[in-house]
């Protein structure tokens, strides 16, 4: 669970049933192109069609089709018919569009669960972060299953014997959290990152934009964070203020102010304490931690029950690569117990010294700061012959940012051919990607779990098992 340069109110982030029996909830998905930068409009933007919704895509968003041309369009779902306004023209095989009414609804559409991000706003002051927000939450994680399917029929060539009857699992609401959150899916952020506009204003960005949208309510929030958070207040001169609320410790404001060239300065580092099954993980108020009450409990307890104990040896050279405060590394102790070797690899050094005190009682712990790609490089050319048969019986955990582990990391990690790898991912395509790419070097999905770690948003969190096929 590594530090993912992920902002404390980001919204990143294998099991469902289709709502209502509903095929509607289970489309094929399609992959959305990435956000491009802004380019002149062209003459078909501002233009408002009809369009008949079909497919979920990756990223959010929705796939239609005008006059033979693929639209992505946002705030609908599949079967739904909308009046639409083009945003994006710049793009020969497919176009943009926001949906500004719904002519014929789907029977999972429901009320969304924040107003202030309801179809009757303006597109241009609807707040972001909760894009799923007007599905109905076991339709959302049909959506989801989707996507992840897809991805890895796409890009990890996996057949329907892996990926039918792939679904997102349910994890518990926060403690605090309102009536009905299991069905609506609110109350459960302990981090929100409230952006701060020129005259000082607070708010979320507006979906898709850098528009700050002053907002009155946080539906996502748990009950601490949105008791705290200073929605009507001014905070001039700052970038943005982070209201986090760890499970361990006070809920707080921290307020990053702007640098003299107008960018987020470092923030004042803060240790905060967050406690996962009875242990206490020190951390600093700035750095990455799961934002739902409870994903930090999931995947510690996803990447314990995943890993083999058949294969696992805890003499072995374990590793638990983007390792941040050493969660995931404590799992795998927990589990194994005092004789485990793990050492965590982690970029930022102030997640790495607090990984080093919440890992002290493991003698065979280690903390390191280093980028994955140079450790793992360094191994390679490095390592005595020892040492790579330590490698070779170990178990990996990686958990790497939003973009994925990558060729160069994939390729050096299959080169010390380690017995079984543990992989925890935050985006279907970049999982799908690296599965692919370690398929190339003779491994093979074992395993696949996803959680829903972010009800109403897009995201979805896997945890997957990757062994030799040979």
Known sequence: ????????????????????????????AAQAPRARAAKPAG??????????????????????????????????????????????????SFWRAETLEVLDAAPERREHIWAEAALSRDPAVRAGGAEFGHIELA???????????????????????VTDGLSVEAIAPASDAPAGAEQDGTGWRTR????????????????????????????????????????????????YVDVIAPSADATRLVVVERDAKGRPAQPATQTIYEVVNERTFGLSAGGFWQVHANAADTLYRAVQSTIDEAEFDPRAA??????????????????????????????????????????????????????????LARVNRDASAAERARLQAATVVLDPPRAGAGRAVIDSLAALRPRQLIYVACDPVALARDIGLLAGHGYELASLRAFDLFPNTHHVEAVARLVPSN
């Open 43 to 92: 003459p078909a933007v501002g233009t408002e069609v009809e369009l008949d919704v079909t497919n979920v895509a990756h990223g959010g968003v929705f796939v239609a089709r005008h006059e033979g041309r693929v639209i992505f369009v946002s705030d609908t779902l599949p079967g739904e018919k909308v009046r639409a306004r083009i945003t994006d023209d710049g793009h020969a």
């Open 139 to 161: 339709a959302q994680r049909s959506l989801k299953a989707a996507v992840l399917a897809d991805s890895l029929q796409r890009f990890a060539k996996l057949g329907a014997d």
């Open 192 to 239: 929100v990152r409230l952006q701060v506009e020129e005259q000082g204003r607070v708010g979320p960005y507006a979906a898709r934009s850098h528009t700050v949208v002053p907002v009155t309510s946080l539906p996502l929030a748990t009950a601490s964070v949105a008791e705290h958070a200073p929605l009507t207040q001014r905070f001039p001169g700052a970038a």
């Open 318 to 375: 374990n590793l638990d690569l983007y390792g941040g405060v050493g969660l995931l590394a404590a799992a795998v102790g927990d589990r194994f117990g005092e004789t485990v070797r793990i050492t965590t690899v982690e970029s930022d050094a102030v997640a790495t010294d607090h990984a080093a005190e919440n890992l002290a009682e493991w003698v065979g712990a280690a903390a390191i700061t280093d980028r994955v790609d140079r450790y």
């Open 1 to 28: 669970m590594g530090n993912r340069a992920r902002s404390a109110g980001s919204a990143r982030p294998a099991k469902a049933a289709p709502a209502r029996g509903s095929k509607r909830a289970q489309p094929q």
